[in-house]
């Protein structure tokens, strides 16, 4: 058997090809309208100690960008700051210990 030879592209619009190259690293992250309104613990029942900060959902999501991006988990803490810096949302991100 012989090798197999790759087939051989022309490219011929070069101003759309750069496009599609720029395009494919594009990515667009968010948190919804519900995991926002669920970031915070709502420590409805009195108890000894100090109250939840963060309910499960934030932490399942930083948890979540976490794996995708295969991320330590203070670039973790990072990656989520700077999300809602962008969103323009005031909520607060876990350290990364408590991510741990």
């Not at 992250?29 to 900060?53: I, Q």
Request: with cysteine; glycine share 4%; aromatic share 12%.
């Amino acid at each position: 058997m012989g090798k197999k030879r790759k087939t051989a592209y022309k490219v011929t619009n070069w101003r759309e090809y750069n496009e599609s190259l720029v395009r494919r690293t594009d990515i667009t992250l968010w948190f919804g309208e519900d995991a926002l309104a669920t970031w915070e613990h709502a420590n409805e029942e009195v108890k000894r100690g100090r109250p939840f900060t963060y309910s499960d959902t934030a932490i399942e999501c930083l948890l979540m960008l976490r794996e995708l991006f295969r991320l330590p988990y203070r670039q973790t803490e990072g990656l989520g700051r700077a999300l809602v810096q962008l969103m323009d949302v005031d909520v607060p991100i876990p350290s990364f210990t408590l991510l741990a």
